[in-house]
């Protein structure tokens, strides 16, 4: 018996060992998980699909990405396929394509009348992410190395977006301060996130600001547009879902359920 458990390990162990070894083949790795949870009281479902979407790969090593994305291993199949398939209800998918309009606050809106208004704690809000909105899912290298800043807008010198705001440290047990965790004082990726929601980066936003980029002579490692899309890809932080394209994206969110917002 004692030797059947030792086989028995050892096949387990070597099974492990292969699909590490396949993950590390592939350069997955699961998203980080949001710290700090947000997530409401008796948001069961939600809860799931956000451990889900946790344990999910984010593949951040391609090296070179072609303009039409034609196999689900180019882009972050399993975590999208998890969002398309939510049970939960009500969901939302919001078009959001201007890195300076209120899009966030819009969000934050959304998800606050929803759980304390309306009662809906398992509500799912997702961010199809293109245009110069996409900007803030990129890694503050990418902005140094590509000046996105520049494209950005002056009012973002940096990647301001993914920080967290000295609100978010306030108790969320008030979730009627004004100054609070879910205030307007707290319009961040990071802390939507952190309450549940999802973003999600485009494609074809990835391809056309290759192609800007090489138009405009900012590219220092002289990349041609495949490999300076797949450092791009590359650059996307791995809490987000790269889709083969937003607009595509909202017809599959729609048709499996979710509310259009712009």
Not at 224 to 252: C, F, K, M, R, Y
């Amino acid at each position: 018996m004692a030797a059947s458990n030792g086989r028995r390990r050892a096949l387990q162990g070597i099974g492990l060992g292969l699909a590490a070894g396949a993950a590390g083949v592939l350069g997955a790795r699961p998203a980080p998980a949001a710290e700090g949870s947000l997530i409401p009281q008796g948001a069961g479902t939600l809860h799931a699909l956000l451990a889900q979407l946790a344990k999910a790969p984010r593949r951040r090593d391609f090296k070179t990405i072609p303009m039409i994305l034609n196999d689900p291993a180019q882009w972050d199949h399993e975590a999208l396929t998890a969002v398309i398939g939510y049970k939960g209800s009500p969901k939302q998918v919001w078009d959001n394509t201007a890195i300076a309009s209120p899009w966030l606050n819009l969000m934050r809106n959304a998800m606050n009348a929803e759980v304390w208004s309306f009662k809906h704690p398992d509500f799912l809000c997702v961010s199809a992410t293109h245009g110069t909105a996409q900007l803030a899912l990129y890694d503050q290298p990418a902005w140094d190395k590509y000046q996105l800043a520049k494209l950005a807008g002056d009012k973002f010198p940096s990647n301001t977006l993914l920080a967290e705001p000295a609100a978010s440290r306030k108790d969320p047990a008030d979730y009627e301060a004004a100054d609070g965790v879910f205030s307007p004082a707290d319009n961040s990726i990071a802390v939507l996130q952190r309450r549940g929601a999802v973003f999600t980066a485009c494609h074809n936003a990835i391809w056309e600001l290759a192609e800007h980029l090489l138009a405009t002579n900012v590219n220092p490692d002289h990349l041609s547009q495949e490999q300076l899309a797949a450092d791009l890809t590359n650059h996307v932080v791995p809490s987000v879902i790269v889709t083969p394209g937003a607009v595509a994206t909202l017809v599959e969110l729609q048709h499996a359920g979710f509310t259009y917002g712009k």
